[in-house]
């Protein structure tokens, strides 16, 4: 007889079961208000008519909010099998996840970063990551609370049985070095992703906005019998119900751009010929790329410094046109790029990070 594999929670699972019970509760008063305004309803009546729609609308959005704060989210297991055992990043559901071997784990560490929040306050975050054989970094979890993290690192190191090496101050990963694998890479280009994102959050925000888009619709053609609700809330509903809707068209279709250089490494959103969101990080600040998941959100592929994060691919999950897993050979390609264009740099780090200082204040005087 098979043996069934062996899960043991590391992290708990996010959800609020509170919040999630009250919005379906609402929402399922909500949608009886309507159902009753559909078989009571007076025809006559335009106002009532839009009112029950209005009613259907909202109920069901609550529903499906609701459904989404009860379900648990994120979270890492151990999963124990019979000769082999293995770390799982969770998103939303068992086809969502990361899974890393325990052989593949060369080290847990734990690393301060000084982040620059609004008003330039600089907030201390700890991050505790897991560094692969392989050279991919994968974050465990981040929190301004330093006990929690370390108390993740301890059991990690434990269930890894590898070493914790725990930072002082900011620095790179231990990275293996793969100069044999650098000929013929030029020092600047670019990769054009398309995630093709579709779980669960994308679901909500398409179904939010043909609601909400439809509704917003029906109220502005009803101006004339009922200008409250026509002129009040109908344009507010059908363009926030456009916007939600573009939302999951640009994540389903749109592709996102990293590019590199000898002196940095950025990217950038691109729909056709249209581009947006450009950041980038210089290699003076000492960057490197890692993969958090984050639950709901789904697997990110990170460009991270000691005061700042590039999300270089964002919202993988289990339903993308990539994996949390491609997200892997993504990072461990990257970062041997970053070691390449680094030992190329003509200029030198003096020229390098003049330019980057010259660029900061560029970007603050504009």
Known sequence: MKKRERHEKILNAKSAPIGG???????????????????????????????????????????????????PKGGLDLIEEPGRSALAWRGVGDDDRLRISLDDVESVRLVPRDEIWKANAEVRNWSCELVLTDGCAIVGAESAN???????????????????????????????????????????????????RWGRLQETLLGSGLVAATSGGVLMSQVAQAPVFGFLFGPTLFFMGLAFLGATFVGGFGRDEIYWDATKMGRRSRLGPLSWGKKE????????????????????????????????????????????????????????????????DPRGPETANHERETTSQRDQSA
């Open 21 to 71: 019970v009250a919005l379906m509760v609402i929402g399922a008063g909500v949608l009886a208000f309507g159902a009753y305004g559909v078989i009571a309803g007076d025809d006559e009546l335009v106002s009532s008519l839009v009112l029950t729609v209005i009613s259907l609308a909202a109920g069901l959005g609550l529903l499906r909010g609701g459904h989404l704060l009860l379900i």
């Open 146 to 196: 330093y006990e929690s993290i370390w108390a993740l690192g301890r059991a990690l190191q434990h269930t890894t049985h590898s070493r914790l090496d725990e930072q002082s101050s900011w620095c790179e990963p231990a990275l293996p070095d793969e100069t044999h694998s650098n000929a013929g890479r030029e020092p600047d280009g670019r990769l054009a992703i398309r995630a093709g």
């Open 281 to 344: 990080l210089h290699w003076t600040d000492t960057p490197y790329v890692r993969i958090q998941h984050r639950g709901l959100l789904g697997a990110s592929l990170e460009l991270v410094g000691p005061k700042s994060t590039v999300v270089l691919v964002g919202g993988v999950s289990g339903r993308s046109s990539i994996t949390p897993t491609t997200l892997r050979k993504l990072a461990i390609e990257l970062n041997r790029i970053k070691r390449l264009s680094q030992k190329i």
